[in-house]
């Protein structure tokens, strides 16, 4: 008993001689879970996560003589926890045996990189090769030819901002930044523009965004946006007919519809998948963009890899798409795009047997 006690007595003592037992235990899920378990709690599987830890490497590695500093992988994991489940950062701390505050730094940290990364892993397509294949998956929808994207907005809800808190309250009375989104027809982001407060109209924010400057400046030429009334009709942009009076305009409406909701449950995937959208992001609108590109870029990697996600549902779509595109749309529709409209529904839609 003596010598048990002379021993214990120099651990508390000597500096250098506190055993790591005496620290609370940092498991890293990596080294314990099921792969289905990882992908469940973390969206990514482990191969995933390993190729994250590479590109995250260089600027998450502590440069500390402290003890038992975080290994990357485990900063890693703490942040793909909290877009995953949208908890309260004290409980991701307890189930990772870290503090709040270092749950807080990881998500920043993490979320920093790779919503820097976005470009290489959200593009619009430029190349007519691919445009062909991205045309063409969307045809075999409903049939609607030359479609290069389906756009729409969808609001995330965030914290309560400490500047100019109104232009953040949106149409649905909670604070919000509103997101304009353009996918493919498998779900893929194709641009996510995450800067504006959720007052602001998506009409708006598709006529100060790249892809809109790309298609006016007659860089693409032969393809078709699709979107809803709340947008104005253009020659690269579609929207649906407000009153159909032929079999060709609802025929027209019917395969618009069919071919752009596509966007809609593109969000409801990505929200679903990454629960600190559909929950609400608990941060500054700063902080809460980085987040959002971030899942964005994670659910471009997730449908890449065709990665399951359980809490996904059948009929999982966006609950927070636009209900007030019915009006005031038409005044914005341009002469051009009305012509262009017509002449697709009648090439197209009319006279098909």
């Known amino acids: 008993m003596a010598l048990i006690l002379m021993n214990l007595h120099v651990l508390l003592d000597g500096d250098e001689a506190i055993p790591h037992r005496l620290f609370r235990d940092r498991q890293n899920p990596l080294d314990f879970l099921s792969d289905q378990a990882i992908i469940n709690d973390y969206r990514l599987d482990r191969e995933s996560i390993y ?5 995250l490497q260089n600027n998450l590695i502590r440069t500390t003589k402290r003890n038992m500093a975080l290994p990357v992988s485990l900063q890693a994991m703490i942040a793909l926890r909290y877009y995953a489940s949208g908890s309260y950062m004290s409980v991701i701390g307890d189930a990772h045996g870290v503090s709040k505050m270092t749950v807080s730094r990881a998500i920043r940290d993490v979320s920093l990189i790779l919503s820097n990364h976005a470009r290489s892993y959200i593009k619009f397509p430029l190349t007519n090769r691919e445009q062909a294949k991205i045309k063409q998956d969307f045809f075999a929808i409903r049939a609607f030819p030359n479609v ?7 609001l995330i809800p965030i914290h309560t901002p400490s500047e100019e808190e109104h232009l953040y309250v949106c149409r649905k009375g909670f604070h919000a ?16 523009v995450a800067k504006w407060p959720g007052s602001t ?14 298609f006016e400046s007659g860089q693409i030429s032969n393809g078709y946006m699709l979107g809803d009334s709340g947008y104005g009709l253009r020659p690269w942009l579609m929207t649906p007919k407000l009153a159909p009076a032929t079999p060709g305009d609802r025929r027209y409406n019917v395969a618009h519809r069919a071919t752009r909701c596509v966007i809609e ?6 929200k679903m998948r990454f629960r600190c959208l559909h929950k609400g992001i608990t941060l500054s609108p700063e902080r809460s963009v980085r987040v959002i590109m971030t899942t964005a870029v994670l659910h471009n990697i997730c449908i890449d890899k065709r990665l399951p996600c359980e809490d996904l549902l059948p009929d999982d779509e966006d609950d927070n798409r636009n209900e007030d595109t019915l009006s005031n749309s038409q005044m914005d529709d341009s002469l051009p ?17």
């Open 148 to 154: 290069l994207g389906a756009v729409d907005g969808s």
């Open 201 to 214: 109209h998506d009409s708006h924010i598709w006529n100060n965004c790249g892809v809109c400057a790309t």
């Open 265 to 270: 449950r593109t969000f409801g995937i990505w």
């Open 177 to 192: 930044l509103n997101i304009q989104g353009i996918c493919d027809s498998n779900y893929r982001f194709l641009n996510i």
């Open 51 to 55: 190729e994250l830890c590479g590109l």
């Open 337 to 353: 795009g009305v012509r262009g409209r017509e002449s697709v529904i009648a090439s197209v839609f009319t006279n098909i047997d």
